[in-house]
């Protein structure tokens, strides 16, 4: 596609459930950032994929966050046994040297 | 560790006024400073700066770099409604590879 996809755009889900968020880049970008922002809080890092290098997970905020990128391009983030504090935007980016990234649409995850 | 730090946190104006959001940064290797506006979910690219005293613009926005004193300045006249936004600065590390986003200017223009 021409941008960033993300899905679902939106998801309700209950405490303790795990969730799955995915992710599409722009063909071609080499590398894939996750971030996740809460009510009128700044974007916060979570993990970045460049290339075949191993990811930098210093962002991720607990072990209920992992996510990974197949063949180097769609990502998954999931977050196991969610908690009321995970209920935010989710935002995937991506980008190549020099472009800088773009963004996708984001998933809104609200957990009750 | 890289630091991006805005300038003033929110403004409120009026159309037609002019402003300047202010970025300065801190970061190891720097490869590139990137502007952003956020209106609703996703931010959406501005523009990329990557050399000093070299000023990008479109439209009514505008914005340079001085890699001396390690800031920048996002330039927007003839302020609209449309304007508002929160605007993200970011920058980019050679080394990591990875950007850093500071806490945004929310920008609102008032009619």
């Known amino acids: 596609g021409a941008g960033v996809s993300q899905s679902p755009s939106n998801k309700v889900t209950e405490k303790g459930k795990d969730v799955e968020l995915r992710c599409d880049p722009i063909s071609g970008h080499t590398a894939l950032y996750w971030y996740r922002q809460s009510l009128g809080q700044g974007l916060e890092f979570l993990i970045y994929f460049q290339g075949n290098s191993a990811p930098d997970k210093s962002g991720l905020p607990s072990d209920r966050f992992s996510a990974e990128r197949t063949g180097g391009s769609v990502s998954t983030l999931t977050i196991q046994r969610t908690q009321q504090e995970d209920s935010a935007v989710y935002l995937c980016?991506?980008?190549?040297?020099?472009?800088?990234?773009?963004f996708g649409p984001g998933t809104r995850l609200t957990v009750l | 560790e890289d630091k991006v730090v805005q300038s003033p946190l929110s403004l409120v104006v009026h159309e037609g006024d002019t402003v300047t959001l202010n970025c300065s940064y801190e970061v190891t290797n720097f490869r590139s400073l990137l502007w952003y506006k956020q209106e609703k979910k996703a931010p959406t690219f501005l523009f990329m700066l990557?050399?000093?005293?070299i000023e990008k613009k479109s439209g009514r926005l505008s914005s340079i770099l001085d890699k001396k004193e390690l800031f920048s300045i996002l330039n927007i006249t003839a302020t609209q409604t449309g304007d508002s936004a929160v605007y993200l600065c970011?920058?980019?590390?050679?080394?990591?590879?990875?950007?850093?986003f500071g806490d945004g200017t929310t920008l609102t223009v008032k009619p």
């Open positions: 970011a920058v980019e590390d050679t080394n990591a590879g990875k950007s850093t």
């Open positions: 980016a991506s980008s190549s040297p020099w472009v800088g990234q773009f």
């Open positions: 990557t050399s000093s005293g």
